[in-house]
């Protein structure tokens, strides 16, 4: 395990000018802490990320750049937090272990709760960190926030006090689906290692085909094995054989970038589309798909978050992360700022910053989340899963390497929106409950 | 006291058409993404001229309105499209009803969202968005006479009828900034409804209501006190966000962006009297009602129109074409005197 960096507050001057206490809080919120009229106790997370060393070997284990813009993402929450906070008389701490792997982070989740005395604890890059961080915060009185861990299996699982602000596998397949299919690409290849994962991923996507998307077929698949001595002629000579609309990648971002390389001088016509794994979403990887493949690497994305986004408070919010560190805001930077967002709202909504307090309210019927994507957002209560709307995303052929802010946003653009937000006459919740697993039937405890 | 702040007084923005009705009050709508305001003769139910205030549509955006006290003067606050610092096109602009003249234009700060005259027509405050502050300027030479601290991405403000308290929204913050004029202090901030967005203030000052657009409510607040009393819930996907009383304070209609329709919430019970949805046009974002409280119009930003609404039979009777994305829509009172 890394270091521990501790974050202090980070009170902006004007902030800081305010006269206190200027504490008011509505009708809903703890009237205990309205009438001290003081700050409680400091809310406490604890964030587990993958930020690595010098030391962190190349490949597809190395998401260094998912965990340094989750830590940015932090930053900015933190800093947020402190201005929202001190508004009304509550204060938060964030502190960032430097944690990758499975075992780091599992020790780093520990000693943040035993020496930090955390109540949230934030981070699950993969399923099984975030299977170890959330059984560790159960035992430790803590809630976990998922930003990264996209499996369905890490949500059957309905660990008490674990919520997903990160999308599902099957939020992201659906969506896939939902836009390529309107769009007339009915016939598809899938190409998976073959792990567990990419065995679940193949699986999922069998099913929204053929629960969700009628019209469309499975042309065939290659399995590819996860070691780095993958060989894709097989799997793309068939592909030329069998002649899909669209091949869709099920899996890890390296994998991707590599079949791409390889795909582009194949001489197939089929599209290629690309599981959106965390280290996928990144401008990084835009322009490397672009590189990697000018033709076939820059088409459409799914996304958790999109930089471009100007709608619904998401410009003013991409602004604030631009200015704060001259790049855009990653999809892993959102999820990890919304995270200290409803931890902080849940903690003053309920007027206390223990675990059972903040998952009261994170899954109660009073948890209503502004996530600037447009409409409230609620957690499922039957895997808590954060119902949200993706983001179809365009990578730029003209993308440059250029490190500018301006630059860098413009290694992507906004293609599209799934759900849509504005549909007057049906109703909200059940529009976002059309991208993933609906079982209202199973409630978690 | 912040020292003098430009204010230039000359015309800054030109072309100006549309001049001349029978009617005792022209709508004003703010064309987000045509850089112009869109002047509207009631009687003939037809947009008459345009205000342009900026060659640079795309780039400038007028929003927020509010009009003077005597109802001759609009007030239109301007930024641009990057919400990250103050930027030249940032000010409040000055139109005279009775010429359709922009008379004044005053700095106001980081990304001015929107604007409320104080009730003797001396005070000109604004939202800061980008700063995530509030301001308040003299009309009528420019000084900023204070600047206040609110949450994250200022938007609503309102001064009470009594002109002694100002209530400022911040979106991502989920609150209300209190500030007392009389000293120009910040008295407090209380939470409301999700990411709230307008606030004004019932006729008699004892009351406030701020709407909440991703709560999808209505927060009634006891303004002696500055306490929450209670909630309207419009529903999860109402949007709501500009809003208007009748004259009588009776009726407060709520545009609601989400559901396309108008909500009516009588303020006797905090209650949803009617929702007007028939015929509406497509996102209003804002809502205002016609001196004599006849008549609603509502700025529709999705469909670059203005819908009217005859407020008797509660409903939609027609609908003007105005320019591209409308966000505030306000009154002008017409000297038919002169």
């Known amino acids: 395990m890394g270091t521990f960096t501790r974050r202090r507050l980070l009170i902006a001057g004007a902030a800081a000018t305010l006269p206190a206490p200027l504490v008011r809080r509505n009708n809903g919120l703890s009237a205990a802490a309205a009438a001290a009229g003081t700050s409680p106790e400091p809310l406490r997370i604890g964030a587990v990320l993958p930020i690595g060393g010098a030391a962190m070997p190349p490949g597809r284990i190395n998401i260094r750049a998912v965990g340094e813009a989750a830590r940015m993402g932090l930053v900015l929450g933190e800093e947020d937090a402190a201005r929202n906070g001190e508004l009304v008389g509550w204060s938060t701490e964030v502190t960032i272990a430097n944690a990758p792997g499975v075992d780091a982070a599992a020790r780093a989740a520990r000693r943040l709760i035993a020496r930090d005395r955390v109540s ?27 930003i990264a861990a996209q499996s369905d299996a890490l949500r059957h699982t309905c660990r008490t006090g674990m919520f997903h602000i990160e999308a599902s596998a099957a939020m992201y397949l659906d969506a896939i689906f939902g836009w390529f299919v309107r769009a007339g690409y009915r016939n598809w290849y899938f190409v998976h290692d073959d792990s567990l994962e990419g065995q679940e991923l193949y699986e999922r996507a069998l099913v929204s085909l053929k629960e969700r998307h009628w019209a469309a077929e499975v042309a065939g698949r290659g399995v590819l094995r996860q070691d780095d001595s993958r060989d894709f002629a097989p799997v793309i000579a068939e592909i030329g ?10 899996t890890d971002w390296r994998t991707q970038l590599d079949f791409l390389s390889r795909y582009e001088v194949s001489g197939n016509l089929a599209q290629v589309a690309g599981y959106p794994d965390p280290a996928s979403q990144l401008r990084d990887f835009y322009f490397a798909a672009k590189q990697a493949a000018p033709v076939f690497g820059s088409g459409y994305r799914a996304a958790l978050w999109e930089a471009t986004l100007d709608s619904y408070g998401a410009r003013e919010l991409n602004a604030r992360f631009d200015a704060r560190w001259g790049r855009p805001m990653d999809p892993p930077a959102w999820a990890a700022y919304q995270a200290v967002k409803i931890a902080l709202e849940a903690a003053i909504a309920s007027g206390s910053g223990d675990a059972a307090s903040l998952a009261a309210h994170i899954g109660g019927p009073q948890g209503l989340f502004d996530v600037s994507k447009g409409i409230g957002m609620t957690f499922r209560p039957w895997d808590g899963q954060m119902r949200q709307s993706l983001f179809l995303v365009k990578i730029n052929p003209d993308a440059t390497s250029s490190l500018a802010l301006d630059a860098m946003l413009e290694r992507a653009s906004l293609a599209g929106e799934l759900p849509a937000i504005y549909m007057p006459g049906t109703d909200p919740v059940e529009r976002l409950d059309q991208l993933g697993e609906i079982d209202p039937s199973r409630s978690c405890p | 006291m912040i020292p003098l702040r430009h204010l230039l007084l000359a015309v800054a923005a030109g072309s100006v058409a549309g001049m001349g009705q029978a009617a005792g009050y022209r709508v004003y709508v703010s064309d987000e993404y045509n850089a112009a305001i869109s002047i509207i003769d009631p009687d003939r139910g037809a947009q008459t001229g345009t205000i342009e205030i900026s060659g640079r549509p795309g780039d400038v955006r007028p929003r927020g309105l509010a009009v003077s006290p005597d ?45 409320a005259i104080s009730p003797d027509g001396r005070q000109i405050w604004a939202s800061l968005e980008a700063t995530a502050q509030a301001v308040a300027l003299d ?169 009217v609404i005859d407020t008797d039979c509660m409903c939609v009777t027609g609908q003007i074409p105005a320019g591209r994305g409308p966000h505030s829509v306000r009154v002008g009172v017409v000297d038919v005197a002169n």
């Open chain 2, 139 to 307: 009309a009528a030479t420019g000084t900023q006479l204070g600047i206040f601290p609110t949450g994250i991405e200022t938007e609503g403000i309102a001064v009470s009828p009594d002109g002694q308290i100002v209530y400022v929204t911040a979106e991502t913050s989920h609150t209300v900034t209190v500030i007392r004029t009389s000293d120009m202090t910040v008295v407090t901030h209380l939470l409301v409804g999700n990411r709230p967005r307008d606030v004004i203030f019932s006729r008699d000052g004892q009351r406030a209501y701020v709407s909440a657009e991703i709560g999808g409510t209505i927060s009634v607040i006891d303004v002696p006190s500055h306490e929450v009393v209670a909630t309207v819930n419009l529903g999860l996907d109402a949007r709501p966000v500009g809003m208007d009383l009748d004259p009588e304070g009776k009726f407060l209609y709520v545009a609601g962006g989400g559901t396309s329709a108008i909500y009516v919430v009588d303020t006797e019970t905090d209650r949803v009297a009617h929702v007007i949805k028939e015929k509406m046009g497509r996102r209003p974002w804002d809502v205002v009602l016609s001196p004599d409280g006849r008549k609603a119009f509502t700025a529709n930003g999705l469909s670059d129109s203005v819908s």
């Open chain 1, 241 to 250: 054989k069998v002649r899909p609309d669209v091949v869709l990648l099920l």
């Open chain 1, 120 to 146: 949230v604890l934030v981070g699950g890059f993969s399923r099984d960190e975030a299977e170890a961080i959330s059984e560790i915060a159960e035992e430790g009185d803590a809630i976990f926030l998922n």
């Open chain 2, 71 to 115: 109802g001759k003067t609009i007030f239109v606050s301007v930024s641009d499209f990057l919400p990250r610092a103050e930027s030249p096109e940032d000010a409040i602009v000055a139109i005279d009803v009775a010429t359709n003249q922009v008379t004044a234009t005053y700095r106001a700060g980081g990304n001015p969202e929107r604007v």
